[in-house]
Each structure stands twice: as structure tokens, then as C-alpha cells.
């Protein structure tokens, strides 16, 4: 039986099988030389290519025009517990990162033995949503939700009765509050969501959350109190905050040591 090859991917086609990618068609279809082909015969290729390796395309191609920013993802993975895994033993760098929980404040939890529900923490939450902002803004990265410092698998159980309204409590529905979260404090929270893919990690210890964030080409934004307008980016390990008297010369900086 003759097995068909799948399409060849572009540069920017294969970093979509890792993590989020945004691009444009009319780059796309430079990147694949097809510039002297007719606008219809390059789209319907690569809606094939898509549709064949399980990429997302966000908008869809048939919606708004060729040089409107989209969001490229791959739709599954084949096993992400393993990925995750990976990433545990390869430890904490500019491109991974581990929290604990995303809603609970552990050490409330234990050292004062109160049950989950009376332990929501705000820090705790903006935590995670920081990592995220800094990974969008530098060049994407991978944080993993149920997991302790050591590198210990904790899971993010113990986040579900701090859910609002929860009925399943269940990994959906803490993603869902998750994204709901993203939307709401960041500008453009609805947008960029689409950079951000959440894979369920069953373990024997619990259940971890696999975020893996792609760079976007803007900044973005988190809102802080006051109408102020929050800048946080990667620096090795470390996200850091950037004032925003400041953003021009860090930029330049950062250009300059690339």
C-alpha cells in the first residue's frame, strides 16, 4: 500500500509544530516562492497543508485579508505528558518556567491548614499571567501549572474549588477561567489568546497544564490598577518588569546583545 508524503512544511510552518506562530499569507506564500502563482491556487495549497499536518489557522484563511496578522498552531500533540516531562528534566530557563498552582496560595494552605476555598490568592494568579505576558513579548516559552519548584509534580487539583461557580470541576474548567483570566487582564486579552495553547498532562501525582505561548510580533500589555499599562519581559530565567519610560533604550539594548 503506497503511503501518500505529507506536503513539505516552510521555516515558519515547521515552529507552528512546537509553539504558536503569528505570520501573515502574503508571507507565507513568499516564503514558499509562490509569488508568481495566482492569490487562489496559493491559498488552496496552503489550506491543504494545514488541513494535512493539523494546523490552526487563526482568522481563518477565508476570512479578512493576506497581510492580517493570524495565529498558525498545531491542533494536537501526540503525547504532551511526555513533553512535559521533558521539559521538567531540562529545568527551569528563558523558555520554560513551573508554577505550582495558578489560584491557590500554598503555603497559606499548609503552614495555617485552611481548606482550598479560603486560600485564593491575587500574587498568586498574577504570577502565572506575568510569565505569559514576558513570554509573548520575548520569544515564547513553556509554563507548566501544577508543577513545584523541585521539579515535583503537584497538580493543579487543588486550584478546581477556588474555580467561580465551578459544576464539573474539572480541567476544562479551570482552562476555560484560565483564558478568561488572559482576556481580562491583558489589552487585547481576546487576540492573544490564540497564542496560547493549554495541553492536559494526566500524572499518577496529578494533573498538570502544558501552556505553551508564542511570540507575538506587538507588545503586550497587562492592565495594571489605575489604568496603568503593565510591560513584563524575559531575562534568562527571570520575568522583569519594564517601565515604560524605559521600553525605547531596553529594546535598543536588547538589539544591540542579539
Known sequence: MKVEKLPMLSSTLVETLTRPV???LTDLIVEYGWSERGVLDSLMSLREIFE???IQCVPAISEKG???ERVLAKLKIDDPTSLMRSEIAEGENANIEWKETLLLDVAKHLKAKLPPQECFSEKVLQSSLKTIAAFLNTSGGT????????GTVTGIERDFPLLPKPKKLDFDEWELHFRTMIEKHFHRGRSITSSIQIYRCPC???TVARVVVGK????CFMKGEAGADLLYVRTGNRTLSIPLLDIEQYFELEKRFL
Open 22 to 24: 503569528q505570520t501573515t
Open 52 to 54: 494535512r499536518w493539523g
Open 66 to 68: 493576506l497581510d492580517d
Open 143 to 150: 509554563l507548566l501549572i501544577g508543577v513545584a519548584d523541585q
Open 204 to 206: 499518577a501525582e496529578g
Open 216 to 219: 507575538r510580533k506587538e507588545l
